[in-house]
Protein backbone atom coordinates (compact mmCIF):
# COMPACT_ATOMS: atom_id res chain seq x y z
CA UNK A 1 0.00 0.00 0.00
CA UNK A 2 1.23 3.31 -1.23
CA UNK A 3 -0.06 5.70 1.82
CA UNK A 4 0.72 8.75 -0.58
CA UNK A 5 -1.02 7.80 -3.30
CA UNK A 6 -4.17 6.71 -1.34
CA UNK A 7 -3.75 10.05 0.32
CA UNK A 8 -3.59 11.45 -2.65
CA UNK A 9 -6.88 9.95 -4.14
CA UNK A 10 -9.34 10.83 -1.12
CA UNK A 11 -8.01 14.40 -1.35
CA UNK A 12 -8.90 14.68 -5.04
CA UNK A 13 -12.41 12.72 -4.77
CA UNK A 14 -13.28 15.25 -2.32
CA UNK A 15 -12.05 18.04 -4.10
CA UNK A 16 -13.09 16.99 -7.92
CA UNK A 17 -16.29 15.05 -6.56
CA UNK A 18 -17.66 15.78 -3.34
CA UNK A 19 -17.06 19.45 -3.38
CA UNK A 20 -16.36 19.84 -7.04
CA UNK A 21 -19.89 18.70 -7.71
CA UNK A 22 -21.37 20.24 -4.54
CA UNK A 23 -22.11 16.78 -3.45
CA UNK A 24 -22.19 17.41 0.09
CA UNK A 25 -22.56 21.66 0.38
CA UNK A 26 -21.13 21.33 3.88
CA UNK A 27 -17.62 19.69 2.76
CA UNK A 28 -16.21 22.59 1.21
CA UNK A 29 -15.97 24.97 4.26
CA UNK A 30 -14.16 22.38 6.42
CA UNK A 31 -12.26 20.59 4.03
CA UNK A 32 -10.41 24.49 2.95
CA UNK A 33 -10.21 25.22 7.01
CA UNK A 34 -8.03 21.66 7.00
CA UNK A 35 -10.68 20.36 9.47
CA UNK A 36 -10.58 17.23 8.37
CA UNK A 37 -8.70 14.31 9.52
CA UNK A 38 -8.04 11.68 6.87
CA UNK A 39 -6.62 8.25 8.28
CA UNK A 40 -5.04 5.48 6.07
CA UNK A 41 -5.62 2.39 8.00
CA UNK A 42 -2.92 -0.23 7.35
CA UNK A 43 -4.76 -2.71 9.23
CA UNK A 44 -4.04 -6.71 8.63
CA UNK A 45 -7.17 -8.01 9.15
CA UNK A 46 -11.09 -6.72 10.22
CA UNK A 47 -10.07 -6.69 14.01
CA UNK A 48 -7.50 -4.13 13.67
CA UNK A 49 -9.26 -2.18 11.66
CA UNK A 50 -12.10 -1.93 14.11
CA UNK A 51 -9.56 -1.02 16.84
CA UNK A 52 -8.56 1.37 14.76
CA UNK A 53 -12.09 2.37 14.12
CA UNK A 54 -12.59 2.51 18.11
CA UNK A 55 -9.48 4.96 18.34
CA UNK A 56 -10.59 7.47 16.12
CA UNK A 57 -13.97 7.29 17.67
CA UNK A 58 -12.51 8.54 20.82
CA UNK A 59 -9.86 10.53 19.07
CA UNK A 60 -12.65 12.65 17.22
CA UNK A 61 -15.08 12.89 20.19
CA UNK A 62 -12.35 14.20 22.14
CA UNK A 63 -10.65 16.73 19.96
CA UNK A 64 -11.56 20.35 19.62
CA UNK A 65 -13.71 21.03 16.39
CA UNK A 66 -11.96 24.01 15.43
CA UNK A 67 -9.35 22.19 14.87
CA UNK A 68 -10.76 18.57 13.56
CA UNK A 69 -14.55 18.52 12.65
CA UNK A 70 -14.46 15.23 10.86
CA UNK A 71 -12.81 12.02 10.05
CA UNK A 72 -12.02 9.85 7.22
CA UNK A 73 -11.22 6.35 7.94
CA UNK A 74 -10.40 5.02 4.83
CA UNK A 75 -8.47 1.22 4.30
CA UNK A 76 -7.67 0.27 0.39
CA UNK A 77 -7.33 -3.12 0.55
CA UNK A 78 -9.45 -4.51 3.49
CA UNK A 79 -12.75 -4.03 1.92
CA UNK A 80 -13.05 -4.79 -1.34
CA UNK A 81 -16.69 -6.15 -1.69
CA UNK A 82 -19.38 -3.61 -1.32
CA UNK A 83 -21.49 -6.33 0.80
CA UNK A 84 -18.57 -7.12 3.17
CA UNK A 85 -17.83 -3.34 3.68
CA UNK A 86 -21.37 -2.92 4.45
CA UNK A 87 -21.37 -5.35 7.93
CA UNK A 88 -18.49 -3.43 8.55
CA UNK A 89 -20.60 -0.18 8.60
CA UNK A 90 -23.05 -1.95 10.63
CA UNK A 91 -20.58 -2.48 13.14
CA UNK A 92 -19.26 0.90 13.37
CA UNK A 93 -22.61 2.17 13.81
CA UNK A 94 -22.75 -0.24 16.96
CA UNK A 95 -19.40 0.73 18.06
CA UNK A 96 -20.75 4.01 18.44
CA UNK A 97 -23.10 3.50 20.61
CA UNK A 98 -20.44 1.18 22.58
CA UNK A 99 -18.55 4.38 23.49
CA UNK A 100 -21.62 6.24 24.11
CA UNK A 101 -21.59 8.51 21.70
CA UNK A 102 -25.17 8.36 19.91
CA UNK A 103 -26.49 11.90 19.84
CA UNK A 104 -22.35 13.00 19.15
CA UNK A 105 -21.02 10.88 16.17
CA UNK A 106 -22.56 9.23 13.26
CA UNK A 107 -20.83 7.52 10.44
CA UNK A 108 -21.45 7.18 6.85
CA UNK A 109 -19.92 5.45 4.28
CA UNK A 110 -18.05 5.47 1.07
CA UNK A 111 -16.70 2.82 -1.34
CA UNK A 112 -15.66 2.22 -4.74
CA UNK A 113 -18.39 0.23 -5.64
CA UNK A 114 -21.25 1.76 -3.60
CA UNK A 115 -24.96 0.70 -4.38
CA UNK A 116 -27.72 1.88 -3.24
CA UNK A 117 -30.38 -0.37 -2.84
CA UNK A 118 -32.49 -1.10 -5.91
CA UNK A 119 -30.37 0.18 -8.51
CA UNK A 120 -27.85 -1.87 -11.14
CA UNK A 121 -24.71 -1.73 -10.66
CA UNK A 122 -23.58 0.55 -13.19
CA UNK A 123 -26.39 3.24 -12.30
CA UNK A 124 -24.67 6.93 -12.28
CA UNK A 125 -26.55 7.64 -9.52
CA UNK A 126 -24.59 5.00 -7.08
CA UNK A 127 -21.59 7.53 -7.84
CA UNK A 128 -22.69 9.80 -5.26
CA UNK A 129 -21.07 7.60 -2.60
CA UNK A 130 -17.98 6.10 -4.73
CA UNK A 131 -14.81 7.11 -3.40
CA UNK A 132 -11.71 5.63 -4.71
CA UNK A 133 -11.01 3.39 -1.39
CA UNK A 134 -13.77 1.66 1.23
CA UNK A 135 -14.08 4.89 3.43
CA UNK A 136 -16.07 5.02 7.00
CA UNK A 137 -16.98 9.32 7.48
CA UNK A 138 -17.15 10.11 11.02
CA UNK A 139 -19.46 13.12 11.49
CA UNK A 140 -20.02 15.37 14.39
CA UNK A 141 -24.14 15.22 14.93
CA UNK A 142 -23.96 18.95 16.41
CA UNK A 143 -22.43 19.94 13.22
CA UNK A 144 -24.71 18.76 10.86
CA UNK A 145 -27.42 20.31 12.95
CA UNK A 146 -26.30 23.52 12.57
CA UNK A 147 -25.15 22.96 8.79
CA UNK A 148 -28.62 21.61 7.89
CA UNK A 149 -30.42 24.33 10.06
CA UNK A 150 -28.41 26.60 7.60
CA UNK A 151 -29.30 25.20 4.46
CA UNK A 152 -32.39 25.90 2.85
CA UNK A 153 -34.10 22.91 1.71
CA UNK A 154 -31.65 19.87 2.84
CA UNK A 155 -34.21 17.60 1.76
CA UNK A 156 -33.13 18.22 -1.82
CA UNK A 157 -29.72 17.55 -1.45
CA UNK A 158 -30.22 13.74 -2.69
CA UNK A 159 -32.26 13.94 -5.01
CA UNK A 160 -30.26 17.15 -6.69
CA UNK A 161 -27.59 15.00 -6.21
CA UNK A 162 -28.58 12.24 -8.52
CA UNK A 163 -29.75 15.23 -11.21
CA UNK A 164 -25.84 16.39 -11.05
CA UNK A 165 -24.60 12.50 -11.45
CA UNK A 166 -27.55 12.28 -14.32
CA UNK A 167 -25.99 15.47 -16.35
CA UNK A 168 -22.67 14.44 -15.73
CA UNK A 169 -23.04 10.86 -16.74
CA UNK A 170 -20.04 7.84 -16.73
CA UNK A 171 -18.02 10.04 -19.44
CA UNK A 172 -18.37 13.54 -17.13
CA UNK A 173 -16.92 11.01 -13.99
CA UNK A 174 -14.25 9.42 -15.99
CA UNK A 175 -13.10 12.53 -16.85
CA UNK A 176 -12.68 13.43 -13.51
CA UNK A 177 -9.88 11.19 -13.57
CA UNK A 178 -10.91 9.50 -9.89
CA UNK A 179 -9.38 6.85 -8.94
CA UNK A 180 -10.91 3.45 -8.72
CA UNK A 181 -9.68 1.57 -5.68
CA UNK A 182 -11.96 -0.59 -6.68
CA UNK A 183 -9.32 -1.47 -9.40
CA UNK A 184 -6.41 -2.57 -7.48
CA UNK A 185 -4.61 0.68 -7.98
CA UNK A 186 -3.69 0.87 -4.50
CA UNK A 187 0.00 -0.80 -4.57
Known amino acids: MNRDKVLAATRQWLEKAVIGLNL ?12 VRIVVSDARHVDAFLEELDRELDFLA ?3 PE ?12 FPDFLDFN ?3 GIAEEAVAEHELEGVLQVASFHPRFRFEGTGEDDIENYTNRSPYPTLHLLRENSIEGAVAAYP ?3 TIPERNIETMNRLGHEGWKALGIADGGEDDAS
Not at 24 to 32: E, H, M, N, T
Not at 72 to 77: G, M, S
Open 24 to 35: CPFAKSVYVKNQ
Open 62 to 64: AAN
Open 67 to 78: EIETTLLVHPTL
Open 87 to 89: EIV
Open 153 to 155: DVD
